[in-house]
T-cell receptor, first 113, second 110 residues
Framework: DAGVTQSPTHLIKTRGQQVTLRCSPK?????VSWYQQALGQGPQFIFQ???????QRGNFPDRFSGHQFPNYSSELNVNALLLGDSALYLC????????????FGAGSRLTVL | KQEVTQIPAALSVPEGENLVLNCSFT??????LQWFRQDPGKGLTSLLL?????REQTSGRLNASLDKSSGRSTLYIAASQPGDSATYLC?????????FGSGTKLNVKP
């Protein structure tokens, strides 16, 4: 039973560039949430996608956007990268539009130079 | 403001000790509370989930308790082992999202 898979695992970008991160949820899950984890901090909620719509959003600027596809996979896009966007980006999947039990992927480590 | 606080931030113990990690939260409107383990540079592995109607959950050497009235949860690790070394995060579930603490970094010395 495949868990949550994320790609790429590591990437390096420069300020001002754009990045796209990808996530495939656990088999049977239909809801994807994205979290940002800065070094030494706990994950911070970015947004959640269910039925191909953004259902809830955390305190992140519009530079952060996402998409969910009919197969439930999801993308996180970040435009105009800042140094402060350097973090581990975690995708979590769950079932039914809620967040009762989250299954996390291994994350995508983004470094912005 | 939704806050989750974990104490201590770091803990170093000799192998075999029993230990307690603490988590406190400011909002008693809780759906559930989940404890996670995170190894360096890795994702989160769920350890225990306590529903709001429950008081505790146990899995092997781990026991987690929840006291909604005081806004506290504890993770008890019995007979610690070097393989338990990791960062432990607690997360309070609000509506459709989790609020995480900053974690307790545990080092179990052989």
């Amino acid at each position: 039973d495949a868990g949550v898979t994320q790609s790429p695992t590591h990437l390096i970008k420069t300020r001002g560039q754009q990045v796209t991160l990808r996530c495939s949820p656990k088999s049977g899950h239909d809801t994807v949430s994205w979290y940002q984890q800065a070094l030494g901090q706990g994950p911070q909620f970015i947004f959640q996608y269910y039925e191909e719509e953004e259902r809830q959003r955390g305190n992140f600027p519009d530079r952060f956007s996402g998409h969910q596809f009919p197969n439930y996979s999801s993308e996180l896009n970040v435009n105009a990268l800042l140094l402060g966007d350097s973090a581990l980006y975690l995708c979590a999947s769950s079932l039914g539009g809620g967040a009762n039990v989250l299954t996390f992927g291994a994350g995508s480590r983004l470094t912005v130079l | 403001k939704q806050e989750v606080t974990q104490i201590p931030a770091a803990l170093s113990v000799p192998e075999g000790e029993n230990l307690v990690l603490n988590c406190s939260f400011t909002d008693s409107a809780i759906y559930n509370l989940q404890w996670f383990r995170q190894d360096p540079g890795k994702g989160l592995t769920s350890l225990l989930l306590i529903q709001s109607s429950q008081r505790e959950q146990t899995s092997g050497r781990l026991n987690a308790s929840l006291d909604k009235s005081s806004g506290r949860s504890t993770l008890y690790i019995a007979a610690s082992q070097p393989g338990d070394s990791a960062t432990y995060l607690c997360a309070r579930r609000g509506f459709n999202k989790f609020y995480f603490g900053s974690g307790t970094k545990l080092n179990v010395k052989p």
